[in-house]
C-alpha cells in the first residue's frame, strides 16, 4: 500500500519526531483503523512524548486530516501512481490501477480515503472534504488519461472506470480477497476496448 512504514527503533523526542508521528499514524491509522488506535498507541509507537506529540497535532483529527493529504504527495496510493508511469500506453495505464500484486497475510484494507470517510460516519467534514477533493481528482486524472488513449466520450469512460475501480477496492476490502481485482479488470478491459473500438461504417 505504501503506507505501511515501521516505526520502531527510533529515537524518542527530538528532531524528526512529527516524521515519526506521521509514519506511526500511516502504520497505524491504516492497518488497525482510524478509531481503534489511539493517541496513546501513536505516541508509543512514535518513540515521543505526549507534549512533543501535541506539539506537532493539537488535535487526533488534526494528524487524520495530514495522514490523508500526504497519499496525495509524498506516499500516492499505489494504484493510482500507474496512471503516471511513463513505460505504458494510455490504455494499458487505464488497466494497469487493477494489478493487485503481494502475498501478505495481512488483511485487504482497501483505500484510506474511503476507510476514513466510513469511520468519520459524518461527524469529519474535513476528513471528507478531503477524500471528496482526492476522489475527484483521480476521475479527472482517468478522464485524461482515455482522452490520451484516444477514447471518444474519455469522460464517460473515466467515471466509468473509477466506479469500478473504486467498487472492487470496497469489494476487496469487505471480503479480504484480490481476485476481485482480476474480475474489475476484465470489466474495465470490456469497457475500454468498446470505447476504442472504432464507430460502425467509420
Known amino acids: 500500500m505504501g503506507a505501511r512504514t515501521s516505526t520502531s527503533g527510533a529515537a524518542r523526542g527530538g528532531r524528526g519526531a512529527r516524521e515519526r508521528i506521521l509514519r506511526a499514524a500511516g502504520e497505524l491509522f491504516y492497518t488497525r483503523g482510524i478509531h481503534a488506535t489511539g493517541v496513546a498507541a501513536l505516541i508509543e509507537a512514535a518513540h515521543v512524548s505526549p507534549r512533543t506529540f501535541y506539539v506537532h497535532f493539537p488535535t487526533k483529527n488534526a494528524l487524520v486530516e495530514e495522514y490523508l493529504r500526504r497519499f496525495e504527495s509524498e506516499t500516492p496510493i499505489a494504484a493510482e501512481a ?77 467515471r466509468q472506470l473509477a466506479v469500478i475501480f473504486e467498487g472492487a477496492n470496497a469489494l476487496a476490502a469487505s471480503c479480504n480477497d484480490p481476485h476481485v481485482f482480476a474480475d474489475a479488470r476484465q470489466a474495465a478491459k470490456t469497457l475500454l476496448d468498446a470505447a476504442l473500438s472504432p464507430a460502425p461504417g467509420a
Open 82 to 158: 500507474e496512471l503516471e508511469r511513463g513505460d505504458l500506453t494510455a490504455a494499458q495505464r487505464l488497466l494497469a490501477i487493477f494489478a493487485f500484486e503481494g502475498d501478505s497475510p495481512a488483511p485487504i484494507r482497501g483505500c484510506p480515503f474511503h476507510n476514513a470517510v466510513v469511520e468519520g460516519a459524518g461527524q469529519l467534514p474535513e476528513v471528507a472534504s478531503l477524500a471528496q477533493r482526492h476522489k475527484q481528482a483521480f476521475r479527472d486524472r482517468l478522464a485524461a488519461t482515455a482522452a490520451e488513449a484516444g477514447a471518444v466520450d474519455p469522460e464517460t469512460l473515466g
